[in-house]
């Protein structure tokens, strides 16, 4: 199962593409991070995330997409600007038929680190122990990216045995 990790962002939004491999064995294939201008206008940005995004589907050819499910982070703009981000990463998703499921980022801390309160130090160190990686993936969207791909590695098999109307399965064409 190859999985696409994204942690969603109108200025920094992280890629990545894991494999994986026989029971906990994630192998890496490719991590990044798109960059978006602030002082360009939003519908361009969500062009250039589209664009970014849909390159990344193609090249990788993902299974599944696992993504962070947005929250409210205390100010407005940043959730809506989120929020416009998720809608067009999903998309992609969808118009390839790709399932996508949702993990709340104390969901992917629990399982990276054990510990649902991990701070961001301690994601890239375990996200980088687990993937044995010779230095820590920078930016923390990166990192952020690459965690999100193993949770769903290793949570699959359970929502597999759950069956198709799991919370976390988005609506498959």
């Known amino acids: 199962m190859r999985v696409m990790g994204i942690d969603p962002g109108l200025t920094r939004c992280g890629l990545s593409v894991v494999q994986a491999g026989k029971g906990r064995g994630v192998i890496p294939i490719a991590v990044g991070v798109v960059r978006t201008p602030a002082e ?27 993504i962070e499910r947005v929250f409210e ?5 940043t959730v809506m600007n989120t ?8 998309l992609a998703a969808a118009q390839r038929g790709i399932p996508v499921h949702n993990y709340t980022p104390s969901e992917v801390k629990k399982a990276i680190s ?9 994601m890239t160190a375990m996200i980088t122990r ?17 965690a999100l791909a193993v949770c769903h590695c290793w949570r699959a ?7 198709p109307g799991t919370a976390h399965n988005a609506p498959r064409n």
Do not use: C, T
Not at 83 to 90: I, S, W
Not at 157 to 163: D, E, H, I, Q
């Open 40 to 66: 360009v206008p939003v519908p361009e940005r969500l062009r250039r995330l589209s664009v970014a995004v849909n390159e990344w589907m193609d090249d990788y050819q993902p299974d599944v997409v696992a």
């Open 73 to 77: 982070r205390g100010n407005v703009s």
């Open 83 to 90: 929020a416009h981000a998720v809608g067009v990463l999903m």
């Open 114 to 122: 054990g510990n649902g309160r991990a701070d961001k130090k301690q």
């Open 130 to 146: 687990i993937l044995g990686l010779s230095e820590a993936p920078k930016p923390a969207d990166a990192a952020d990216a690459l």
């Open 157 to 163: 098999p359970f929502l597999a045995r759950m069956g």
